[in-house]
């Protein structure tokens, strides 16, 4: 057991002493801990089937996992020559990461990881995606979608802080947008931009709503709700926050676009 370990032992067990954390919770937290320490020995059973059934590989969600299991899962992907990727990553998890694997990007705005096999990494990517933002404050969520695009080995054009408040900063990029094959739209607030998208282009538009808002927004509610009552008929949505699935979704429209009859 390392110092750290030992501190972290000793603060629960004063804990316990004092009252202020129960037998029962301080058991769990020793168990997680335990885990963690001996996560190298788990023989993580990864579905390394599914690039050949769904067209791409399977994705690590981050958050309350092990650093050692996101890295003995990169490993097992690296050693079939499949992308990496692992989402909502903190930064703690993303050290211990990159001193196992050095040679993974580390994106602390989307939280996410990303290797890409030698095949990928040195070919083009391709284009026909973007993703864009209602506010620079969206920009993690939208972050999170662009990687996910980059791990599916495209190239997204990014458009940051493009909200309904200042319509004509949407109208500048209107030329970009006319290629696109299909859109992510991040926004928070009221959700409107993916409507406002949605009646300018001729492709798929994905509507992410995120938590971005003061106190009637309720957490996002208030954006997904107004995305899926969206009228433009090419708008879908996702739940609150999903970069990942905006940006897969998007990446799995473009992939179509691109295949052979």
């Known amino acids: 057991m390392s110092k750290s370990d030992s ?31 001996n996560s190298s020995v788990i023989d993580l059973d990864l579905d390394i089937d599914r690039q050949k059934r769904c067209g791409f590989p ?10 050692e299991v996101i890295v003995e899962a990169f490993r097992k992907l690296i050693s079939v020559g499949q992308n990496c990727l692992a989402t909502r990553v903190n930064e703690a998890q993303a050290e211990v ?10 994106n602390p705005t989307a939280r996410t990881l990303r290797w890409m096999a030698e095949e990928n990494s040195t070919e ?8 864009v933002t209602a506010g620079t404050t969206d920009r993690p969520v939208a972050e999170e979608a ?15 802080d493009a909200g309904v408040a200042g319509p004509h ?15 992510v739209v991040v926004a928070g607030m009221e959700g409107a931009l993916p ?36 009228c433009a008929a090419n ?22 676009s691109d295949s052979p009859e």
């Open 7 to 37: 501190l972290n032992m000793s603060t629960l067990l004063e804990a316990v002493a004092s009252g202020s954390l129960d037998v029962t919770s301080a058991l769990q937290q020793i168990e997680v801990a335990d885990y963690t320490i």
């Open 58 to 67: 399977e994705a690590i969600y981050g958050a309350g996992k092990p650093a």
């Open 97 to 106: 990461v990159l001193e196992n694997l050095p040679e993974v990007n580390w």
């Open 124 to 131: 083009q990517a391709k284009t026909g995606t973007f993703v």
């Open 146 to 160: 662009a990687e996910t695009l980059r791990w599916m080995n495209f190239e997204p054009g990014v458009i940051y």
């Open 169 to 183: 900063r949407l109208l500048k990029s209107l030329p970009r947008l006319e290629s696109a094959k299909a859109i």
């Open 195 to 230: 409507s406002v998208v949605g009646g300018w282009v001729a492709c798929p538009v994905i509507a992410v709503p995120t938590s971005v808002g003061y106190g009637a927004n309720f957490g996002g509610l208030s954006a997904l709700l107004g995305m899926l009552n969206s």
């Open 235 to 256: 708008v879908c949505t996702v739940n609150i926050d999903g970069g990942f699935k905006g940006g897969y979704l998007a990446g799995l429209i473009a992939a179509q």
